[in-house]
């Protein structure tokens, strides 16, 4: 049966539906995570020469082609948040129609790598960096790294494939500097097709390597500590089990996206409790698609080699973004077994050459003679597992018409539920108040979506809103760190006095601890407090010592001045 679409109308039918999906987004507006350092204040940056942020890293990394990418926008449509929405979106739909073309490059039948593309674009897990103004960096390095596999699995064609190939490796190393790992994945396609090692095939790869090295070391001379101090110490039996569960969370979120969330918490991504069965999940999987095939040990190589950067840190938290590009080479694989399946079911032509290639990677490894020889328990399971995910592409397993028909339906229907899914996560990337509130309903003990819910509740004025959730923290059983809840007390002194209870406002500024980063603010406040109750003195007291905190303080310095005037002192809440 000849496949009903043409390699253009597949890549535009998916552009439509990737546009169709994320459209909306583009009415989004910033969020007051990352996208103020990056953006919308951050005109100094935004407005200066085009290529001058390739001199040295800025926000803690090496990037200047995602921040190129800013000035572009900046440019286009200053601080209007649609133009750096509709980038995204772009670079996503754009993501989508290359993975259709690598998948199809690399063997997958056009219908099949149609319906790989399709999970790859409508999968919730894949929103972030879309619906993330600032999660562009994993966009620009996703898109200049399928361009770099796809021009080098077509090398063959000429020496031009190769070299385009080498430069678009480096765009994506000057987007994030995760894609060094790019050479390595270089290395994963010549064994998949079969290309006999040599000495060239590794000396080639050097100057790229190089170029990894030197990105590498201008993003650590920029580089800041990425996470809070209570981070797994540096242990290396502790870092290892962090990143096995790491994988375990992206290869269970991968089948079973829900509870996604723009952050999750310390103990969700690493408490005990998961450090032992979770890594032993990993392994399971990983090991199973290695000896499932060649497209199975593709699909895990690419994962495991493309997400290695942000697992090799035992202090590194798991987040949607950092999956974006690696789970390519799950859906690449996910495509050959959507193949395989349409071929066995009569709905695609038989093509015994890639047919004998793809069932022939199991054989190549010697899987079944090793676990025939294996008297482990948890080897048998394993055989039988792989030859039962053989076995179901037997032409004597679908014969019946509703079998073939569900081969082809289920992806679809897949799809679907993935893009209402999504259409969720795009309602909650919609402004500060939507985003923290879907993080705070997940992990309301969570320090960062306790503090940043509280702040935006307090710019829309729910002071209320913002009470309760003071009120909910104090009885979280999971203790907040004390400067999450110092910042959550502040929020809330600050929605007391706009209400109108000073006394309730006294209460919660006056037990924020001295070592609150904005403790100079508190004292301030506190001396507006007591201006207003007319206790002179005690006003004084505090605006000095909001001084002697921060001498630059020129709020303090003005408050202090109307004060020797006997004057009601200027609010700065």
């Known amino acids: 049966m000849k496949s009903p679409f043409t390699a253009k109308a597949a890549a535009i039918t998916l552009a439509l539906i990737s546009l169709a999906l994320y459209y909306p987004s583009v009415k989004s507006g910033f969020v007051n995570w990352d996208d103020p350092q990056y953006v919308t204040q951050n005109a100094a940056e935004l407005s200066a020469p085009l290529f001058s942020e390739f001199k040295k890293p800025s926000h803690g990394y090496y990037h200047p082609l995602t921040i ?58 894949m929103s972030e960096p879309v619906l993330w103004i600032s999660g562009r960096k994993d966009l620009l390095l996703c898109f200049f790294g399928l361009a770099s596999l796809l021009l080098y699995a077509g090398r063959n064609a000429g020496r031009a494939n190769f070299a385009l190939a080498n430069i678009a490796a ?58 809070p101090p209570d981070r797994p110490p540096s242990d290396s039996w502790l870092g290892a089990m ?35 069965w979770q ?16 497209a199975g040990a593709l699909g895990a190589g690419f994962f495991l080699a493309a997400v290695l950067p942000v697992i090799a840190r035992p202090d590194m938290a798991v987040a949607d973004r950092y999956v974006y590009f690696p789970a390519c080479g799950l859906f690449i694989a996910a495509g050959h077994y959507i193949g395989l399946l349409l071929v066995r079911a009569g709905r695609l032509p038989e093509n015994r050459s890639w047919i004998a290639e793809f069932d022939g990677g199991c054989r190549d490894i010697s899987l079944q003679k090793f676990l025939a020889n294996s008297y482990s328990y948890s080897l048998q399971i394993l055989r039988r597992t792989v030859l039962g995910i053989h076995r179901l592409g037997s032409r004597n397993q679908l014969r019946f018409p509703g079998l ?93 006095a706009k209400s109108g209870d000073a ?34 003195a005690r006003a004084r007291a505090y605006f000095t010592a909001a001084l002697k905190l921060r001498p630059d303080y020129e709020t303090a310095k003005r408050n202090l001045k109307l004060l020797s005037c006997a004057k009601e002192p200027r609010r700065d809440r």
């Open 68 to 125: 190129l990418s800013y000035k572009l926008d900046y440019r286009a449509g200053g601080l209007s948040p649609s133009v750096y929405h509709y980038t995204n979106v772009l670079l996503h739909t754009s993501n989508t129609a290359l993975l259709l073309m690598l998948a199809a490059a690399l063997g997958v039948p056009l219908e099949a790598a149609f319906l790989a593309a399709l999970l790859f674009c409508a999968h919730p897990l």
């Open 170 to 227: 480096a765009l994506a190393m000057l987007s994030k500097p995760t894609a060094v790992t790019i050479p390595l994945l270089f290395v994963l396609l010549d064994f998949y097709r079969v290309r006999k090692p040599s000495a060239e095939m590794f000396v080639e790869k050097l100057p790229l390597l190089a170029a990894g090295a030197l990105v590498i070391l201008l993003s650590v001379s920029g580089a800041k500590p990425l996470l």
């Open 242 to 276: 962090s990143a096995l569960n790491n994988i375990w969370f992206y290869y269970a979120k991968l089948v079973w996206p829900a509870g996604l969330a723009a952050e999750y918490p310390y103990a969700f991504a690493y408490g005990m409790k998961n450090l032992f």
């Open 279 to 294: 890594p032993a999940g990993a392994i399971a999987v990983s090991a199973l698609l290695f000896y499932s095939g060649k």
């Open 404 to 496: 073939r028909k569900a081969v082809f339906v289920a992806p679809l229907a897949i799809a679907a539920v993935l893009a209402v899914i999504t259409a969720g996560r795009r309602a909650a990337w919609a402004d500060n108040v939507s985003l923290w509130r879907d993080v705070y309903s997940k992990y309301p003990c969570a320090d960062d979506a306790a503090a940043n819910y509280s702040g935006a509740l307090l710019e829309v004025s729910d002071f209320a809103g913002t009470a309760s959730v003071h009120d909910e923290a104090l009885r979280c059983r999971a203790p907040l760190s004390a400067g999450a809840l110092d910042k959550i007390r502040y929020n809330a002194g600050l929605a007391a």
């Open 503 to 536: 006394a309730r406002a006294r209460e919660l500024f006056g037990g924020i601890s001295s070592g609150f980063e904005d403790y100079h603010q508190a004292l301030n406040n506190l001396g507006i407090i007591s201006a207003a109750a007319g206790e002179h």
